[in-house]
């Protein structure tokens, strides 16, 4: 049953982008419209909702957007609404619209954002995971992060034709400040030899064990990745640490950076971005706020915003011992 007190909803994505923020954006968009709700896009994230940067949509304005990447209505860090005197003219700017209802699209600073926001002045907020580092509880799988896996390893399997062709140890540095979801993945579908997260210590030691036992059994070259958060460092300087005790090894650095978070979505991240788009919004409209919404085992869940940033999402053990067990 409609919450009946929505009837004006605005949409904005913040934070760094991913892929499928578009796809996530349409739905939202359709999704108000086929309920009868006025949809307001607000561009540049929180400091558009300050800025008063909103402007009423329709169908047409979404149409052609679903393959693209990043967000077509930008993003951003906003320092402002860290502080009360921003969030308060904010809320103000919102009045003025007459916006009862909002849907965040980013990561767990927009949540925590969110989270302050409805806590003083009570406006309904249901949050979108997007964010190709995949570490927000209360989900699967964060809008982005499949798109992100499949760009680095198109750069992990050109890089190993290299390492192949020279005989070389190439140490490449994937995002993940605080997980290690994307190093892992890409480590599997990659054929890594070694895979540094965060969630599972390595020492330096033990990377240069498993290098030479590669070498023991004939390997001429290798993969290790690393998540840019792993406590031994970043690439380059694990890489400087191991040549120290393994001089003869021609070993290179590749860090993948920024190129992990644009490209055109795949079809999981614009399925995912659609479907939780639509039940962003059909949760605003009954009754649903200060939530995040996400799919677990394909069913449609809502989690409270403080549990979305605070719980903890570990890696599978699995999928740590698959890697263990495909270099033996």
């Given at each position: 049953?409609?919450?009946?007190?929505?009837?004006?909803?605005?949409?904005?994505?913040?934070?760094?982008?991913?892929?499928?923020?578009?796809?996530?954006?349409?739905?939202?968009?359709?999704?108000?419209?086929?309920?009868?709700?006025?949809?307001?896009a607000i561009r540049h994230g929180y400091d558009g909702i300050i800025n008063g940067e909103m402007e009423q949509i329709q169908s047409f304005h979404v149409s052609n957007i679903l393959q693209k990447g990043g967000t077509i209505l930008k993003s951003a860090r906003?320092?402002?609404?860290?502080?009360?005197?921003?969030?308060?003219?904010?809320?103000?700017?919102?009045?003025?619209?007459?916006?009862?209802?909002?849907?965040?699209?980013?990561?767990?600073g927009t949540f925590t954002g969110a989270n302050i926001f409805y806590n003083e002045y009570g406006i309904p907020i249901v949050g979108v995971p997007a964010t190709i580092d995949?570490?927000?509880?209360?989900?699967?799988?964060?809008i982005g992060f499949d798109t992100a896996v499949n760009t680095a390893l198109g750069a992990i399997d050109k890089i190993r034709d290299t390492a192949n062709s020279h005989d070389r140890v190439f140490f490449i540095e994937v995002m993940g400040r605080h997980s290690g979801y994307i190093a892992i993945h890409c480590g599997i579908g990659g054929g890594a030899e070694l895979v540094m997260v965060p969630e599972d210590i390595t020492s330096i030691q033990g990377?240069?064990?498993?290098?030479?036992?590669?070498?023991?059994?004939?390997k001429t070259s290798a993969i290790v990745i690393v998540a840019e958060g792993d406590e031994q460092g970043n690439a380059h300087e694990i890489a400087n640490r191991v040549s120290e005790q393994l001089p003869k090894l021609d070993i290179r650095v590749s860090t993948l950076g920024h190129l992990q978070r644009g490209g055109s979505p795949t079809s999981h991240d614009r399925i995912l971005g659609s479907r939780l788009g639509m039940a962003a919004v059909e949760g605003l409209v009954n009754g649903g706020k200060n939530v995040m919404v996400g799919i677990i085992e394909s069913r449609v869940v809502y989690t409270d915003f403080e549990s979305a940033i605070s719980g903890v999402k570990p890696i599978n053990d699995e999928l740590i011992r698959l890697v263990k067990v495909m270099n033996t």
């Amino acid at each position: 049953m409609r919450h009946s007190k929505i009837k004006n909803i605005g949409v904005f994505t913040s934070g760094g982008d991913a892929p499928g923020m578009n796809a996530c954006i349409r739905s939202v968009v359709r999704t108000g419209l086929s309920l009868g709700l006025n949809v307001y896009a607000i561009r540049h994230g929180y400091d558009g909702i300050i800025n008063g940067e909103m402007e009423q949509i329709q169908s047409f304005h979404v149409s052609n957007i679903l393959q693209k990447g990043g967000t077509i209505l930008k993003s951003a860090r906003s320092e402002m609404f860290m502080t009360r005197e921003g969030r308060t003219k904010g809320h103000l700017e919102l009045k003025k619209k007459k916006i009862d209802g909002l849907v965040a699209i980013g990561g767990d600073g927009t949540f925590t954002g969110a989270n302050i926001f409805y806590n003083e002045y009570g406006i309904p907020i249901v949050g979108v995971p997007a964010t190709i580092d995949n570490d927000l509880y209360g989900c699967d799988y964060t809008i982005g992060f499949d798109t992100a896996v499949n760009t680095a390893l198109g750069a992990i399997d050109k890089i190993r034709d290299t390492a192949n062709s020279h005989d070389r140890v190439f140490f490449i540095e994937v995002m993940g400040r605080h997980s290690g979801y994307i190093a892992i993945h890409c480590g599997i579908g990659g054929g890594a030899e070694l895979v540094m997260v965060p969630e599972d210590i390595t020492s330096i030691q033990g990377v240069i064990d498993t290098l030479n036992k590669g070498r023991d059994k004939k390997k001429t070259s290798a993969i290790v990745i690393v998540a840019e958060g792993d406590e031994q460092g970043n690439a380059h300087e694990i890489a400087n640490r191991v040549s120290e005790q393994l001089p003869k090894l021609d070993i290179r650095v590749s860090t993948l950076g920024h190129l992990q978070r644009g490209g055109s979505p795949t079809s999981h991240d614009r399925i995912l971005g659609s479907r939780l788009g639509m039940a962003a919004v059909e949760g605003l409209v009954n009754g649903g706020k200060n939530v995040m919404v996400g799919i677990i085992e394909s069913r449609v869940v809502y989690t409270d915003f403080e549990s979305a940033i605070s719980g903890v999402k570990p890696i599978n053990d699995e999928l740590i011992r698959l890697v263990k067990v495909m270099n033996t």
